[in-house]
Structure formats: structure tokens, C-alpha cells
């Protein structure tokens, strides 16, 4: 059973970088056709993809958030990373790990989070001076 798990600072000031990581247990993040995304749910809003690291390391970021996102990992240890850049507190949200399947990457909606089989419990991140 594949587990995912989110942690890291549950408060961060404005201006500064957000960083969260993902611990996967019963499976491999290189495992083929699995793409490993962060996902976030403002307070009273709904979700919001952020971008993904792929089984092959390959990334993709949400355009509207592409200048302030990285996303990297670190495969001796299972693990996948967010940083997000010059937070604001718009940036406050509980922010999800998750994991889809996908094997022609040109055809997969990534933003379709009705795809992801496997999420993380959640962890809440405030934005805060």
C-alpha cells in the first residue's frame, strides 16, 4: 500500500521560501508512468495544482506559479520536495502531496486531480510575519 506523507514548517513569513517535503513508503517516486504532484486548498477555496515531479525527474509547474516553484527530489531517501518562493499570505493553504499514473504524457490532464489514486494527509502551511 503506498503511503505518502507531507511535512515541513506549518509557519513561514512573508518573503520567505516555503518548503515542504513528500515521504513515499510502498513504492518507489522512480517507479515508470508515476508523477508525483503538490497540490493546495486555500482556506474557502478550492484546489490548486501546483506541478509535478516525474518518475524520470522530469518537472512541470502551474504557469501561474511557475516563477516561484520548484519542485525536486531525492530518491536515496523516497522523498519529494516543493519550494515556493517570496510567499505572501495568499500563499496560506493546506498543501497535499499525491501521486497519478500516467503513460503517454501528452494526453494526461495533470490538473485533473480526480486521477491522483494516492494523497497525502495534508499539512497546513500559514504565511504570517
Known amino acids: 500500500q503506498v503511503q505518502l506523507q507531507e511535512s515541513g514548517p506549518g509557519l513561514v513569513k512573508p518573503s520567505q521560501t516555503l518548503s515542504l517535503t513528500c515521504t513515499v513508503s510502498?513504492?518507489?517516486?522512480?517507479?515508470?508512468?508515476?508523477?508525483w504532484s503538490w497540490i493546495r486548498q486555500p482556506p474557502g477555496k478550492g484546489l490548486e495544482w501546483i506541478g509535478y515531479?516525474?518518475?524520470?525527474?522530469?518537472?512541470y509547474y502551474s504557469p501561474s506559479l511557475k516563477s516561484r516553484t520548484s519542485i525536486s527530489r531525492d530518491t536515496s531517501k523516497n522523498q519529494f520536495t516543493l519550494q515556493l518562493s517570496s510567499v505572501t499570505p495568499e500563499d496560506t493553504a493546506v498543501y497535499y502531496c499525491?501521486?497519478?499514473?500516467?503513460?503517454?504524457?501528452?494526453?494526461?490532464?495533470?490538473?485533473?486531480?480526480?486521477?491522483?489514486?494516492?494523497w497525502g494527509q495534508g499539512t497546513q502551511v500559514t504565511v504570517s510575519s
Open positions: 510502498g513504492g518507489s517516486i522512480t517507479t515508470d508512468y508515476y508523477y
Open positions: 499525491a501521486r497519478r499514473t500516467c503513460t503517454v504524457r501528452s494526453v494526461c490532464v495533470m490538473t485533473a486531480l480526480t486521477e491522483y489514486d494516492y
Open positions: 515531479i516525474a518518475y524520470s525527474g522530469s518537472t
